[in-house]
């Protein structure tokens, strides 16, 4: 074994055309981050399922943009290698369009940072708010820039 799988899946919405290219575009991530051998899912889902899993899984009653949830486990997969099953990142494509319009930038563009952002939580990374000097956010926005432009939408 000798690589990155990102699987998708899709809760409450219809499924995007460009779910496999934002699944491309994590590995791209994890690539960029020199994860080896890490398994991530990738769930894009409305309003409800993110509001329900916050309140679950973290007291806040209240949708929010993405969640991560990390497994952390190393799985054998053959002859004695393992694959790393990192987690899941949750990501409300309704959140994502308000986002987009209140930071004044393309969907398409907040898609992909949010996909960094649950991919860095994964990684171990956090933030104690959402202020851009946070290192994590700093991280996020040049993994941004360094992984260009490529349209996902």
Not at 108 to 123: A, Q, Y
Request: charged fraction near 25%; include cysteine; hydrophobic fraction near 40%.
């Amino acid at each position: 074994m000798n690589g990155n799988e990102v699987f998708y899946s899709i809760i409450g919405i219809e499924e995007p055309i460009w779910a496999q290219r934002a699944a491309d575009f994590a590995l791209s991530v994890l690539d960029l981050l020199e994860k080896r051998d890490w398994q991530v899912s990738l769930t894009l889902c409305d309003d409800a399922t993110i509001q329900a899993l916050n309140r679950d899984y973290r007291h806040i009653d209240s949708p929010t943009d993405v969640l991560s949830f990390s497994l952390g486990e190393f799985e054998p997969v053959e002859q004695g290698e393992n694959i790393y099953i990192a987690g899941d990142v949750v990501i409300s494509i309704p959140a994502l369009r308000r986002n987009a319009a209140e930071f004044e930038v393309t969907e398409d563009e907040e898609l992909r940072r949010l996909i960094i952002h649950g991919i860095l939580h994964l990684s171990g990374m956090d933030h104690e708010d959402s202020s851009a000097d946070q290192s994590m956010l700093e991280l996020q926005e040049r993994l941004l820039c360094q992984l260009g432009g490529n349209a996902i939408l």
